[in-house]
Structure formats: C-alpha cells, structure tokens
C-alpha cells in the first residue's frame, strides 16, 4: 500500500460510511411513510416492517467506519462485511416485500404502469434468476479469483462500486428466487429451487478454492488469514442460503395444503350433493 | 354431516422424506463433531483438485437442501395425516447408513477431500466408519422388511 493511499483512506471512508448511513436512512422512512399512509386500508403486517428494519440496521453495521477500517486491513472483517452486506442484509429487505408496498401506495395507473414496467423484456432478463445467479456468484469469483480484490484496496471509488454490487446483487438474487412479491413473469419453483442449489453449490466451492489455493492474492494476508476468511464465507454463507431454501419450501407448502383443500372440497361436494 | 374421505399412509413420501431427513442428520453430525468438535477431519487436503472441491462443494449443498426438503415433506405429510408410521425408522436410518458408507468410499477415499483422522493406520478407522455405515444399513433394511410385513398383515 502506497502512503497516498493509507494518508487518504480513512477520510475517504468516512466519507463512504456518511453517504451510505444517509442513503440508509432515507430508504427506511420511504418504507416507514408508505406503510403509515395506507395503514387505514389494510394494515400492513408489523413482522414486515421489523424485517427492514433488520436489513437496515445490518446495513448500516456493515458500513460503520471502524468496521469499515477492518475490513480495508484484513480479509477476514472484508468477509463479514461481505456476508452482511450481499447475504443477510437482502434476506430483511426483499422479505419486507417493499414492491408490494410501492404498488400499494401508487394511485392505479402508476400501479399498472409500473407492473408493465416490470413485465417488459429487459426487466424480466435481468431480473431472472440465472442473471441474478451471474451477477452475484460469477461477481464473487471475478472479485476473489483475479486481482481486482487487491486493486479495490487501493482505488476507494472501486470499493464503493463493489460494496453497492454487494447489495444490489444480493438483493436482485434473494428476490429472483424467493421474493415474496407479486412477480407474473417469475419462472416456476422448479428451475427456482435449481438455480438456488447451483448457486449455493458455486458458493460452497468458491469457498473451498481460496482455502485451498489462498485467495484473494495480492494483499499481503498470510495464508491462515485467508483461510480463516474462507471457512467464514463457507459457514455463514450456508446459512443465510439455507433461509431461503426455508422460504421456497414455505410457500410450496403453502401451495400444497391449499391444493389438498381444493381436493377435499371438491370431494366433500361428491359425498353430500 | 360429510363423511371425510378416508386418509391412506403415503409410503412412498413418507420413505422419501424420512431418508432425505436420515442423510440430512448423518451429514451434520459428521459436519459438527468430526469437522468442529473433534476436528480430525480437515477442512479439506492440500492438493485436492479443484474438480474435487466443487464435487464436495455440490455434495455439502445438497447435504443441506434435501434435509430441509425432507423437514417440509414431512410436515406436509403430518398435514393430512398421511405419514406411514412403520416407515419412518427405516427410512431414516437407510439415510443415515447410506450417506455414512457413501462418505467413507466416496469423499474419504475415492476423490481423497480429507481423512478420518491423521493417524497412521487411518485404514482402521476407515474401516471401522464405512462398517458403521454398513451396520445403520442393515438394520435399517430389517425394519423395513419388519415395516413390509406388518403391512401386509395389518393396517398398523
């Protein structure tokens, strides 16, 4: 590291955190006002609202300065960083179903417009979940297994693209598969479910490659630090994919027992009628 | 008053379910004690081949997804009463023993991720963790049989 670069980097983290925190913020009262201003038609569930909350505040842990700091100087803070930022953070905030709650609280033509929107062809490109898959995986492995993970290091506006690459992947990835919003174009379960253990599998293996070939390069990290990085990646990254498996066997379940009443109803007609 | 149509055991589901919940536990009780609590195994050798590492990386994953999948398959089942009753001990226990032996001849041996222990003579614990597997196996394939008869003579 060049002592430009150290000199500078501090500020220009603060900087980073500061932007970041506001940014934040905004996006929590945007959910806050629009829940409060439709609370009349239909409360809007609570569990919901804690749920962004959640992803904000994980948000906001993630770009705390000293976290921040850690992260610049050791790998293994970067990969919590990471986790928080691409993992779990998206888990509060596509959960919170803010698309459902943007509909609501447009007047009916916007609404429909916006759900054209949302039905044209190159929304439902990038929106698939095998671009999702792409962005967010193959990100991971472009990030870790070429030098561009030493370059951000060293180039702070590198770093910020990849911290909002971090986010928004990880949240087009948590909604392409398990978005509880209303999405017609979304392919079925199927290839859902298929994509998910392709991308989990991808993950897994990424992880086992830096432990055993000692990625990223180019930092300075001895080995057991990286490695270190590595199995965190790996185990918590396990969880927070397991959270949605659970949430795509939820609504299977869901679409199951509402098949075995539409059976069972029919059948009672059969017996009394 | 309707009558309610009659429930039949689903055998099939409650099998499936029952041995996706058997290789499920096996793989976390291997995960857990033997990879975190005692750590004999390692993490993975040095010198495992990068096509190696992503055969364990779709292994682990499946490990996790078709235990959750066999959690929720057995809830359905519960749902509308339809677990058969006789077949979940077998089941699981055919899980349990297969993924053991299959670990022990497959990651252990064949694709060489990592050992029992890193002792000398690892052939004996080798064996001694494959023949588990085997033994979970059999008895298993016992309660089945037992589970089979059962049926045939009698609703329970």
């Not at chain 1, 940014?23 to 806050?32: D, E, M, N, Q």
């Not at chain 1, 201003?37 to 300065?65: D, E, I, S, Y």
């Not at chain 2, 009753?85 to 670990?103: A, E, I, K, N, S």
Request: net charge positive; proline share 5%.
């Amino acid at each position: 590291m060049t002592a430009h670069s150290t000199l500078h980097a501090p500020m220009a983290m603060g900087v980073t955190s500061a932007a970041a925190w506001l940014l934040i913020a905004c996006l929590w009262l945007v959910y806050i006002a629009g829940v409060w201003r439709t609370r009349r038609q239909k409360p809007w569930p609570r569990w919901r609202m804690l749920l962004f909350t959640l992803g904000c505040a994980t948000l906001v842990a993630a770009f705390m300065p000293s976290l921040m700091h850690a992260a610049h100087q050791d790998v293994r803070w970067h990969m919590v960083q990471h986790l928080l930022l691409g993992m779990f953070a998206p888990l509060g905030l596509v959960f919170a179903a803010p698309m459902t709650l943007l509909l609501r609280n447009l007047p009916p033509g916007g609404a429909r417009r916006l759900v054209r929107f949302l039905g044209t062809w190159p929304v439902r490109v990038l929106t698939h979940p095998v671009t999702a898959l792409i962005f967010d995986i193959g990100g991971m492995y472009l990030l870790y297994m070429t030098p561009l993970y030493a370059q951000s290091l060293t180039t702070p506006w590198l770093a910020n693209v990849l911290h909002l690459h971090f986010v928004l992947s990880g949240t087009l990835f948590t909604w392409a598969i398990a978005g509880p919003d209303p999405a017609p174009h979304r392919p079925g379960w199927r290839m859902r479910m298929g994509v998910l253990i392709v991308a989990m599998a991808a993950h897994a293996t990424l992880g086992k490659l830096l432990y055993a070939f000692g990625f990223p390069r180019g930092t300075g990290a001895g080995l057991e630090e990286l490695q270190q990085a590595a199995m965190w990646m790996y185990y918590w990254g396990d969880l927070a994919e397991a959270a949605l498996v659970v949430a795509l066997m939820l609504a299977w379940l869901r679409r199951r027992q509402r098949m075995a009443r539409h059976l069972n109803a029919a059948s009672l007609d059969t017996h009394t009628g | 008053m309707a009558v309610q149509p009659p429930v039949t055991p689903d055998i099939r589901r409650t099998m499936i379910a029952a041995v996706l919940l058997g290789i499920g536990f096996m793989a976390a009780i291997d995960e857990i004690i033997f990879h975190q609590i005692l750590a004999w195994h390692h993490f993975i050798d040095t010198g495992s081949s990068a096509l190696a590492l992503a055969s364990d990386g779709i292994l682990h994953t499946m490990e996790l997804v078709l235990f959750i999948v066999g959690a929720f398959m057995m809830i359905e089942l519960h749902g509308r009463a339809a677990q058969a009753p006789g077949y979940r001990g077998p089941g699981f226990l055919l899980g349990m023993g297969g993924f053991q032996t299959f670990d022990g001849i497959v990651d252990h041996k064949i694709l060489g991720l990592h050992q029992v222990r890193y002792v000398e003579h690892v052939w004996l614990y080798d064996i001694a963790w494959i023949g588990a597997g085997l033994v979970v196996l059999a008895i298993g394939w016992k309660l089945l049989q037992r589970a089979r008869r059962g049926q045939a003579t009698s609703q329970h």
